[in-house]
């Protein structure tokens, strides 16, 4: 919970020492290997891996977000304030809101790690790690993904959803780990 919320502060610093291999503009800063096709809207404080690709009319990307190496991420996505790691895959009319995602985590199309209870009264987002439930005072928290997990078709993570490695979340499931 800590680096989401001061992730805006970490990419900043992040970004005064990065190489010359990314070119940077506005606090915004893209590995020269990385290919964003025609229609990508990228704002605030974003960091892009080597061999990112991302679709044409792809994607909105609202900072701070880091995506590293060899990252795709597909037509009608969206990514919010989440860190996304190496080999992994947002296929396309994704939405990934306030999440950590591990390395080589597949997301097929239509999924959705939401990161906000518009159903409740009481907003306050809590996870459930090793049995025990933690309040993580924030209203905007959306998954933890582990490596090589699965998340098929138009399945959703709801928000606080904590998923071990190689976890598999099947079509059309919503996971949602407390009441």
Avoid: W
Avoid at 84 to 99: L, Q, R, V
């Amino acid at each position: 919970m800590e680096l989401l919320n001061n992730f805006d502060q970490i990419l900043e610093e992040v970004i005064l020492h990065l190489s010359d291999e990314f070119i940077v503009e506005d606090s915004i800063a893209i590995h020269k290997s990385a290919r964003l096709e025609s229609g990508a809207i990228l704002k605030g404080k974003i960091i892009i891996g080597e061999f990112l690709r991302i679709g044409a009319y792809a994607s909105y990307l609202r900072g701070p977000i880091f995506i590293g190496n060899e990252v795709n991420i597909g037509p009608s996505s969206e990514i919010k304030q989440s860190l996304i790691m190496d080999k992994s895959a947002i296929a396309h009319f994704n939405y990934i809101g306030n999440s950590l995602i591990g390395e080589n985590v597949n997301f097929e199309a239509g999924s959705i790690c939401a990161n906000h209870f518009n159903e409740r009264i009481d907003k306050i987002i809590s996870v459930k790690f090793n049995g025990e439930t933690i309040i993580t005072n924030s209203e905007k928290f959306g998954s933890l993904v582990g490596d090589n997990s699965r998340i098929d078709a138009n399945a959703v993570l709801s928000p606080g959803t904590i998923l071990n490695k190689n976890s598999i979340v099947k079509r059309l499931e919503l996971v949602e780990q407390l009441p």
